[in-house]
C-alpha cells in the first residue's frame, strides 16, 4: 500500500474507533472492527473512492451491524450479560465532547440504553447524534431512506430520553464531592447516609466481576444503599480474590466520576456514578477482568492522583 493511502487511513483511524465504540461499547471489538475495515480499504480499488471518509464510516458502520446482528450478540443482549467497556477520561477512543450530545452519547448510562435498540436505530442514533452526519448521507451508509433515518433517529432518540433519568448537571468539583462522600458513608456503613444521597428511583447494574450469569440490577434506593455498603466494605475473601488491599482512587470514567480500585498497579474494579441535581441517581460497577483491559492501558500510562483511600 502506498504512503500516502496509509496516512490517510490513519489519520481517520481514531474518528473510526471512536464510531466502533459506540456502536459496540466495547473498546476490543472496536479495535477489531477498525482493524477489518483496514483490510477492505487496502485491497479497494481506491482511485474509484471518491471521498475516503465517508467510505471508511460506511465499512466500519457496517461491520460494527454485522457484529451487532451476529447470533453471540443476540445471545448476549437477550441474556443481559454485559455492561458498556468503561474507558478513562482522555482516552482517544472516547472521541469528539464539543457538545453535549457527543458527551452524552458515549456515558456508560447511555450506552447501555443504546444495547437495548435494534442494531440500525442505534447506527442512526450515533451517526445523527455523536457525528452530526446528515440524515441523507446516513441513509447512504445503511441502504435505507432517509425517511427512515430520521424515523429511526426520532425513536432512538424518544425512547433514550424516556428511559435516561436526567436531573441538572453538576460540575466536575461538585460532583466528586459527592462521590467522596458516598464513598466514605459505604465504607464505614453509614447506610442512612447513603440513602441521603440517592435519588428516591435510583438504579445500580453489576456485571458481578463477570462471574454472575447474567447482569445483577438493583432498584429503590434502600436496596442500592445496601449494595454499596456490602460492596464498598472490605473483606478477607475480597482481598484475596483482588490479590492484597487496593488503593481506591476518583477518576473520571465516560466522562462520568467513577471509583477506581487499584492492586498492584492494576484497576480490579470500577464503580461509575450518574449524577444529577446533587444526588447519585445511578451506578454502573464493572469488575469483569476483559472489560477492564482497555482502561488499564491507559492507567498504566498515566501518574494517577493520590488515592482517597490508600489501602482497602
Known sequence: ?????????????????????????????AEDTVQDAFLRWQAADRERVEVPEAWLTTVVTRLCLDRLRSARARHERAAGVRLPEPLLEGDPM???????EQRESVSLAVLTLLQRLAPVERAVYVLREAFAYPHAEIAGMLGITESASQQHAHRARVRIATERRRGSDADPASARRIVEEFLAAAVSGRTERLVELLADDATAVSDGAGLARRLLRYETRERVASLARAGFKPTPA??????????????????A???????????VGAVVFDIGDGVVMSLH?????????????VWRQREPDAPVISAW
Open 1 to 29: 500500500m502506498e504512503i500516502a493511502s496509509l496516512d490517510r487511513f490513519e489519520a481517520s483511524r481514531g474518528r473510526l474507533a471512536s464510531l466502533a465504540y459506540r456502536l459496540l461499547g466495547s473498546a476490543t471489538d
Open 94 to 100: 472516547l472521541g469528539p465532547a464539543d457538545t453535549v
Open 238 to 255: 475480597k482481598r484475596r480474590w483482588v490479590g492484597g488491599s487496593p488503593a481506591l482512587h476518583i477518576a473520571l470514567v465516560n466522562g
Open 257 to 267: 466520576p467513577a471509583v477506581l480500585a487499584v492492586a498492584e498497579g492494576r484497576v
Open 285 to 297: 460497577g464493572i469488575a469483569a477482568t476483559d472489560r477492564l483491559v482497555r482502561l488499564n492501558q
